[in-house]
């Protein structure tokens, strides 16, 4: 039986391991009927074979057998004198199927249908690349090193997807070696010279986001949710949390024993500090939160002009600046506000917050109950012994504890 080898006409068609077979199948047999429409005006009575295994095709003709002298289509049918010349036995009426020889179609037929079906192979490439990326905005994935210029590096996925780092989305100190393997979110897809480009990003705040839901379960399962990312690629992030489980601290999940779960993330991030705050609908807390690890002693706030003036001792104000003026500058945009820091002149004065401020920590009659008791202020709160306070307030000394714990944290540096 005559047959066409394709595995070395065809490699492309070989190399299209992410295409499903039936697809490949169906892109040879429409590339084939295209040339027999061309050469005998009408496919319909052609069957086109293919072994994608082998590389083995054949075409088959079937043709009427008709009255010598009643034939009216040569495509379509073939004279009963001329049928018995490979079948004997063969009736008038009966179908012939012979095989066609694809050198019939001419060496130049040939070679245009070898570039259609290169062409149509790279159309399915670039759709499946697609299909798979375009849905995946603001996910992880992982790629391997394959080639570093200086204005982007090339990755490869699992199964061979080029994948774009440009330098632009790079940590500042990230330095990729070839081979190596390297996490980064899908920024976006975008077209390039009419083939799909997959840009990554490691400076993206989605990335942190991400590695942040794959290290804490919490996050994941929607306990714990993330308000806000403000991020300073390779030198600081503020990621504000809120917890839907009055039982789940979010900044300890976050956290997690002893760092275990922010250490892995921080190396990821080429040791960018992350500060973990809890998010609150209260603006001046949320502002001395935002502002860590400086510890503020009061502040001026101006919530029509989204200002707010922050003043605190000599020792704390390059805290609050930060490097580069970095923690102040991701405080604003965390917070929405613009800050100014001033020195604080009197020394002699200490910060306060009003109980009434922690409402959304503290449960309310919990407040109205420390309050009978004449502590109105966080510190008014924690200059009392817990046992004063289980006493004189009638309170439960595990909800004690956890108000003092709670009131605390506002007056300790991270």
């Given at each position: 039986?005559?047959?066409?080898?394709?595995?070395?006409?065809?490699?492309e068609?070989?190399?299209?391991?992410?295409?499903?077979?039936?697809?490949?199948?169906?892109?040879?047999?429409?590339?084939?009927?295209?040339?027999?429409?061309?050469?005998?005006?009408?496919?319909?009575?052609?069957?086109?074979?293919?072994?994608?295994?082998?590389?083995?095709?054949?075409?088959?003709?079937?043709?009427?057998?008709?009255?010598?002298?009643?034939?009216?289509?040569?495509?379509?049918?073939?004279?009963?004198?001329?049928?018995?010349?490979?079948?004997?036995?063969y009736?008038?009426?009966?179908?012939?199927?012979?095989?066609?020889?694809?050198?019939?179609?001419?060496?130049?037929?040939?070679?245009?249908?070898?570039?259609?079906?290169?062409?149509r192979?790279?159309?399915?490439?670039?759709?499946?690349?697609?299909?798979?990326?375009?849905?995946?905005?603001?996910?992880?994935?992982?790629?391997?090193?394959?080639?570093?210029?200086?204005?982007?590096?090339?990755?490869?996925?699992?199964?061979?997807?080029?994948?774009?780092?440009?330098?632009?989305?790079?940590?500042?100190?990230?330095?990729?070696?070839?081979?190596?393997t390297?996490?980064?979110?899908?920024?976006?897809?975008?077209m390039?010279?009419?083939?799909?480009?997959?840009?990554?990003?490691?400076?993206?705040?989605?990335?942190?986001?991400?590695?942040?839901?794959?290290?804490?379960?919490?996050?994941?399962?929607?306990?714990?949710?993330?308000?806000?990312?403000?991020?300073?690629?390779g030198?600081?992030?503020?990621?504000?949390?809120?917890?839907?489980?009055?039982?789940?601290?979010?900044v300890?999940?976050?956290?997690?024993?002893?760092?275990?779960?922010?250490?892995?993330?921080?190396?990821?991030?080429?040791?960018?500090?992350?500060?973990?705050?809890?998010?609150?609908?209260?603006?001046?807390?949320?502002?001395?939160?935002?502002?860590?690890?400086?510890?503020?002693?009061?502040?001026?706030?101006?919530?029509?002009?989204?200002?707010?003036?922050?003043?605190?001792?000599?020792?704390?104000?390059?805290?609050?600046?930060?490097?580069?003026?970095?923690?102040?500058?991701?405080?604003?945009?965390?917070?929405?506000?613009?800050?100014?820091?001033?020195r604080?002149?009197?020394?002699?004065?200490?910060?306060?917050?009003?109980?009434?401020?922690?409402?959304?920590?503290?449960?309310?009659?919990?407040?109205?109950?420390?309050?009978?008791?004449?502590?109105?202020?966080?510190?008014?709160?924690?200059?009392?012994?817990?046992?004063?306070?289980?006493?004189?307030?009638?309170?439960?000394?595990?909800?004690?504890?956890?108000?003092?714990?709670?009131?605390?944290?506002e007056?300790?540096?991270?």
């Amino acid at each position: 039986m005559a047959s066409i080898n394709l595995i070395e006409s065809f490699t492309e068609f070989k190399e299209a391991e992410n295409i499903d077979r039936p697809t490949l199948m169906k892109v040879l047999e429409d590339v084939f009927k295209t040339l027999l429409r061309k050469k005998y005006g009408s496919d319909e009575n052609f069957d086109v074979i293919v072994n994608t295994d082998k590389g083995d095709l054949e075409i088959i003709r079937r043709r009427e057998i008709v009255e010598d002298g009643q034939v009216e289509d040569p495509n379509l049918q073939i004279a009963y004198s001329e049928a018995i010349k490979t079948e004997p036995d063969y009736q008038v009426g009966e179908e012939v199927y012979e095989e066609v020889d694809i050198f019939e179609f001419g060496r130049r037929a040939v070679l245009a249908a070898k570039q259609t079906l290169s062409a149509r192979i790279g159309d399915l490439k670039k759709n499946i690349l697609l299909a798979k990326y375009a849905d995946r905005a603001g996910e992880i994935v992982s790629g391997e090193v394959y080639q570093v210029w200086r204005k982007e590096a090339l990755l490869l996925d699992d199964e061979g997807n080029e994948l774009l780092l440009p330098k632009s989305e790079q940590i500042p100190s990230d330095f990729f070696k070839k081979g190596e393997t390297v996490r980064a979110v899908v920024k976006k897809v975008e077209m390039r010279n009419n083939m799909p480009a997959i840009i990554l990003s490691r400076t993206s705040t989605e990335f942190l986001g991400k590695l942040l839901e794959i290290e804490v379960p919490e996050i994941f399962d929607g306990l714990i949710v993330i308000k806000k990312i403000v991020r300073e690629p390779g030198e600081r992030a503020k990621v504000a949390v809120e917890s839907y489980d009055d039982r789940i601290d979010p900044v300890g999940a976050c956290v997690g024993m002893k760092g275990s779960r922010i250490h892995g993330i921080v190396r990821e991030l080429r040791n960018e500090n992350i500060d973990i705050i809890n998010f609150t609908n209260n603006t001046q807390l949320l502002i001395q939160r935002s502002l860590t690890p400086a510890k503020i002693s009061h502040m001026d706030l101006d919530a029509e002009n989204q200002y707010v003036a922050v003043y605190l001792k000599p020792d704390q104000v390059s805290l609050a600046i930060g490097k580069k003026g970095v923690n102040i500058k991701l405080a604003q945009e965390l917070t929405g506000y613009e800050i100014d820091v001033y020195r604080d002149e009197d020394d002699d004065e200490e910060y306060d917050i009003d109980l009434d401020e922690f409402s959304d920590e503290i449960d309310g009659w919990i407040i109205d109950e420390l309050k009978k008791v004449g502590c109105d202020t966080a510190r008014s709160v924690l200059n009392l012994s817990v046992e004063e306070l289980v006493r004189r307030a009638d309170l439960e000394e595990k909800t004690v504890l956890d108000v003092r714990r709670i009131l605390k944290a506002e007056f300790e540096a991270e």
